[in-house]
């Protein structure tokens, strides 16, 4: 706990703009979008900020943004060249929030945040990680990188944003959603309720210095409260206690020795057959039927057919 108020001035100097950072990448999923975030982002922003809106997929510009810019039908290079214009002679630092990264083809991406992003103007821009990307032909990759790879290589700053909180099946100790159950609802797009796009979330977040090095910390965000809190896992609370037996195998192999919380369910849901045998009343004996051909000595004390 000693690093929980350092990650929480970290965490307010990012979203005040005041942290030294061109690009700040935010990755949401269908299970809980970035909505929250982008409004405690602009909440958090000094008063004389300039927000530069680019929309791809927003049809009303919302109430806080200084200037409106639909892009879903302009060029890379007509938005770079619109952006520059506005707030040229504008002192304080200004941030361009881009709704959605999705729409900007590959081999794209580097290029127009590099154009856009400058010391007096933060880029935030938001990637749907559960969007399927149309795959350019085979003569268009030129050894390009999936949009995520490079996002994730050019950002200073990523804020990963996911549920929290939720008592159902599927859902382990520390209150996210497991992977295996996520893959299951997203590939049959089902979206359970009560828990997608709450005010409380996770988020992750994966600061870069200078030298390289990434910080990953994890934060609870509440939107109604407008608290940050450092979220602690259950693993984390309980230093003294024991390693199970799970805790034991996960570092042995590189593949999984372990069940999830699902499997462990269904093995202790399965009648094994000798407990059966054990639920017949207290005492035993021994039931022997006497043929006609058995050798019975009625001298021998010791030899008893029943």
Not at 95 to 121: C, G, M, Y
Request: charged share 25%; hydrophobic share 35%; with cysteine.
């Amino acid at each position: 706990m000693a690093q929980s108020q350092p990650s929480l001035v970290l965490l307010n100097r990012l979203l005040s703009l005041k942290e030294p950072s061109h690009f700040l990448l935010c990755i949401d999923s269908l299970f809980q979008s970035s909505f929250h975030f982008t409004r405690e982002l602009v909440r958090c922003l000094p008063k004389e900020t300039p927000i530069i809106y680019l929309s791809f997929e927003t049809i009303n510009a919302p109430s806080f943004a200084t200037d409106f810019l639909r892009c879903d039908q302009r060029s890379i290079q007509d938005i770079s060249n619109n952006v520059s214009k506005l707030h040229k002679d504008s002192t304080s630092k200004k941030l361009v929030l881009i709704d959605s990264l999705n729409f900007i083809k590959n081999e794209e991406l580097a290029s127009f945040i590099r154009s856009i992003a400058d010391p007096q103007t933060i880029v935030f821009g938001t990637y749907h990680q559960n969007i399927p990307r149309t795959s350019p032909a085979q003569s268009e990759l030129k050894d390009i990188p999936p949009a995520l790879s490079l996002l994730q290589f050019i950002a200073s700053s990523i804020f990963e944003i996911s549920p929290i909180n939720v008592v159902e099946n599927g859902i382990n100790k520390e209150g996210t959603i497991e992977e295996e159950v996520m893959e299951s609802y997203l590939s049959k797009l089902y979206l359970p309720r009560n828990i997608c796009n709450r005010d409380t979330y996770k988020l992750i977040l994966t600061n870069r210095r200078k030298s390289g090095r990434a910080l990953i910390y994890k934060f609870k965000i509440d939107s109604q409260s407008h608290t940050f809190s450092v979220f602690t896992e259950e693993k984390d609370t309980d230093e003294q206690q024991p390693q199970t037996e799970a805790d034991l195998l996960r570092s042995l192999t590189t593949f999984s020795l372990t069940t999830s919380s699902r499997q462990q369910q269904a093995k202790e849901q399965v009648d094994l057959p000798f407990l059966e045998a054990q639920s017949f009343g207290a005492g035993g004996a021994i039931v022997y039927e006497y043929e006609k051909d058995d050798d019975y000595d009625e001298d021998d004390p010791y030899e008893d057919p029943f």
